[in-house]
């Protein structure tokens, strides 16, 4: 019995040599295997705690955004200096450098021929990219509602909780004294 496998030295005559060398190609792939299994969990276990991290970043976010747009927070300036909206530029830049790192990972990830759709590795990269798309809306809503409200506050035109039109009938008595 003479011939080659895949990653092993020549089988040779000796029946012993044969069986161990059968074995030994079975550990490496094995082996091979686990390390591969392995790397997919920690793409998932990252997804999930990145998935967390994000998810609480843009309910921060989400509370900003109604913080500002309280009648309560038209008394003072948020940015007099610029420095938040430099700042807050400065996370969406950020942002959006990581989302085309983890942009280059889908693509190596989608080209890699030992992975399937049952592995969930390109699905993880993509929600993770999703929120980190609606991360970086979600700081620009934020720069703009910051601009627009010391915007008002610097024209006085500060809207006070009863110049506000809650009701369908202060809508209407609205558009009668047009």
Avoid at 23 to 41: H, M, P, Q
Avoid at 43 to 48: L, N, Q, T
């Amino acid at each position: 019995m003479q011939g080659y496998y895949l990653r092993m030295k020549p089988i040779v005559r000796d029946d012993e040599q044969l069986f161990l060398g059968y074995g030994e190609a079975v550990s490496n792939e094995t082996a091979r295997n686990l390390y591969f299994l392995r790397a997919i969990d920690a793409v998932h276990e990252w997804a999930k705690m990145e998935g967390n991290t994000l998810q609480a970043l843009i309910s921060n976010g989400h509370v900003l955004v109604d913080l500002v747009n309280s009648p309560k927070s038209k008394e003072s300036l948020i940015d007099p200096t610029g420095e938040v909206d430099s700042n807050l530029e400065n996370a969406q830049d950020g942002m959006i450098k990581y989302h085309d790192a983890l942009q280059r990972k889908l693509k190596s990830a989608c080209d890699d021929p030992q992975l399937t759709c049952h592995d969930g590795v390109e699905a993880a990269y993509r929600q993770i990219c999703e929120m980190i798309g609606d991360l970086v809306d979600l700081l620009q809503l934020v720069r703009d509602a910051v601009a627009e409200h010391d915007f008002d506050v610097k024209a006085g035109s500060v809207k006070t909780e009863e110049s506000i039109l809650s009701s369908e009938e202060d809508i209407d008595n609205f558009f009668a004294g047009l």
